[in-house]
């Protein structure tokens, strides 16, 4: 699902084709990595890099075609990056250059997407004191506005959008990990986190699920400084009338839908568990959901987004 209309709408950290996840493909695999300076294209390149692909950044397009052509060897899969620094770069070449790759038949090919709100771009280049290569002589804002109106066709083009507006690198490393592994069995990498309502939803939920409605230890002065973790809030919780008819409709929903997900490719799948203030009924929630998907052969990497905030 990708934007049509607006460059500065942003609103999902993870967007993809409606083929792109269940794609079956043998062909020697290419990664296009792409997007906004400032995005996450290093830390990208340097993950694919460490799955085994060979990276190269920015090769001239006219070098990128050579290297992708039908007829060049491909002792393995590679992961390229391209923005608006590459030499000869223009929107409208390298689209033409994809299509005619693509066409050829010879490379399955990926064109990866990294966004990012242009206030969190700002800041990222004001903290490391680097220059936005469109905004040399300019304030930083104009040039990644003029950056995003340039690289917006690849956008809509892309099989997968990245948003790192609130990703984390280790994060943005398991997401492209769960969808470029190149280990011959693919699987279902699962997340689940906890978080607070008040912080915002997180961007790339899957499925969210709201808990606000379980008895808040947060009124209970006892409780309050302890988190989900606490075998206390825990008991809590649980004692709460609707705690186990909840639970039983979550996991019996859960368990026919997670290998349907499997079956259909999809690589990766992140389930949000919310409440107020993210520290005592989303955490305790999410850790009983992480046990039971580890009892049931589906270990998830387990987040508590907010539970150190201050309540």
């Known amino acids: 699902m990708t934007r049509d209309n607006d460059p500065s709408d942003t609103g999902r950290a993870v967007e993809s084709r ?32 460490d799955l085994g692909y060979e990276a190269v950044d920015n090769p001239p397009l006219a070098l990128l075609a050579g290297l992708l052509h ?71 804002l104009d040039g990644i506005r003029r950056e995003r109106e340039i690289v917006w066709p690849l956008r809509r083009r892309a099989d997968l959008v990245l948003d790192t507006t609130a990703l984390p690198p280790a994060e943005l490393k398991r997401i492209l ?50 988190t989900g973790r606490d075998p206390a809030v825990g008991a809590r919780v649980a004692a709460d009338p609707d705690f186990a008819a909840f639970f039983d409709g979550l996991t019996g929903w859960l368990a026919p839908l997670l290998p349907r997900y499997a079956h259909e490719g999809k690589s990766y799948l992140t389930i949000a568990i919310g409440c107020t203030g993210g520290k005592h009924r989303s955490v305790y929630c999410a850790e009983r959901l992480s046990a039971w998907l580890a009892a049931t052969g589906m270990p998830a990497r387990l987040h508590h987004r907010d539970v150190d905030r201050a309540s």
């Open 18 to 49: 409606p083929d792109f996840d269940g794609e079956q493909d043998d062909r020697p695999r290419v990664v296009i990595v792409t997007g906004l300076s400032g995005a996450g294209r290093t830390t990208a390149l340097r993950a694919l890099e």
């Open 70 to 140: 039908a007829d060049a060897p491909a002792p393995r899969p590679m992961v390229i990056g391209i923005d608006v620094r590459t030499r000869d770069f223009a929107t409208p070449t390298s689209l033409a250059l994809l299509d005619r790759i693509a066409s050829e038949g010879g490379r399955r090919i990926t064109l990866l997407f990294l966004d990012c709100e242009d206030e969190v771009l700002g800041r990222r280049f004001t903290e490391t004191r680097r220059r936005h290569p469109l905004a040399v002589d300019r304030p930083v």
């Open 177 to 226: 990990e769960g969808h470029f592994a190149l280990n011959a069995a693919p699987r279902l990498a699962i997340s689940v986190m906890s978080f607070s309502y008040r912080q915002g939803l997180p961007r790339e939920a899957d499925l969210v699920i709201d808990v606000r409605f379980l008895d808040n230890p947060h009124y209970d002065p006892v409780l309050r400084p302890l």
